[in-house]
């Protein structure tokens, strides 16, 4: 099966070495983002002999020109930033499929893992689903759900995800290839579903005035390699990177963002309802007992 790869990033890595362990499977070309091209994509396709391509408008008359001289019979999405429209969607007779990092119907969109750990879900799912003209809304093929534990956080799921997506796509890839594959309505699943929006510079400060838990979910959901939370005393920075959720913490009216205590490596901090610990954190100025984070 000959297929055309549009890709980015750390997700597509460990799927293009996948497929192309597969005699089987032919990549015929890579095609990176072209306002970031991938250097490690395109070392793969240099040493394995893939033709490396970028292009401003996929959906372009010219594109779909290029993409005649490949003959692909599906075309994979991985992390891609353009969006495929008509015309290349019906281009490959086997369609374009894409792996989304996210439980659909549900985290359509962006960022969905941090979102995951922001709302406090016990699980996130990975989905492969056949691209159509709405954003995340295809087909499934196939979706895998993975439990969220407390010990868990961005970097975590991020680790599990690249894995997942890989192993996802490919037996997706596989089921196409010998005609076992399913398609399942997002529809039946829930005829509305969801979507997350991008976070943007700023959504990364954090509000002391949610409760503990909220605070905890918020933190470890950005935490590195994301851009860490972000509080501020006297004008000056402080990220902060982990915090503990105490679950016996009494919970009592107080000033939100106060520090109560401070013990070797850790702050204690007042929440809405309780208080949390904080024990990975950096900031140029030194924090006192009566700081308020703000």
């Known amino acids: ?14 799927a293009i070495r996948k497929l192309i362990e597969d005699d089987t499977l032919k990549i015929v ?3 990176a983002r072209f306002d970031k091209q991938d250097q490690t994509l395109k070392v793969i396709s240099e040493n394995e002999n893939i033709p490396f391509l970028t292009h401003p408008k996929i959906n372009s008359d010219e594109f779909l020109k290029i993409l005649d001289r490949f003959e692909c019979d ?3 999405s991985m992390s891609f930033n353009q ?19 996210g439980k659909l119907p ?6 969905v893992l941090n979102w995951v750990l922001i709302n406090g879900e016990p699980e996130f799912g990975i989905t492969v689903h056949y691209v159509d003209d709405g954003i995340d809304t295809g087909d499934i093929i196939l979706q895998q759900v ?10 975590t799921l991020l680790s599990r995800a690249y894995q ?22 997002q529809e039946s699943i829930n005829p509305l579903g969801f979507y997350c ?3 943007e510079v700023g959504d990364e400060n954090l509000d002391w005035n949610q409760t503990s838990m909220e605070i905890f979910n918020f933190v470890r959901a950005i935490c590195k390699p994301g851009p860490q939370a972000r509080t501020f005393i006297n004008g000056a920075t402080v990220l902060i990177n982990k915090v503990i959720y105490l679950p016996e913490a009494s919970h009592y009216k107080g000033i939100s963002g106060a520090v109560l205590s401070i013990r070797k490596d850790e702050l204690i901090v007042k929440t809405n309802d309780s208080f949390i610990k904080v024990v990975e954190w950096s900031s140029d100025v030194k924090i006192k007992v009566g700081d308020r984070f703000k």
């Open 197 to 199: 929006s991008g976070r």
């Open 106 to 111: 549900f985290y359509r969109g962006r960022n």
């Open 74 to 76: 599906i075309l994979i």
């Open 1 to 14: 099966m000959r297929i055309g790869y549009f890709a980015d990033g750390p997700w597509s890595h460990k």
């Open 164 to 185: 997942g997506c890989a192993d996802l796509l490919y037996k997706a890839i596989k089921q196409i290839q010998d005609g076992s594959n399913e398609r399942i309505s």
């Open 146 to 155: 993975y439990p969220i534990s407390d010990s868990d956080n961005y970097s």
């Open 29 to 31: 070309f890579v095609c």
């Open 83 to 101: 969006i495929f429209k008509k015309k290349i969607i019906s281009h490959p007779p086997k369609g374009i499929i894409n792996c989304h990092a």
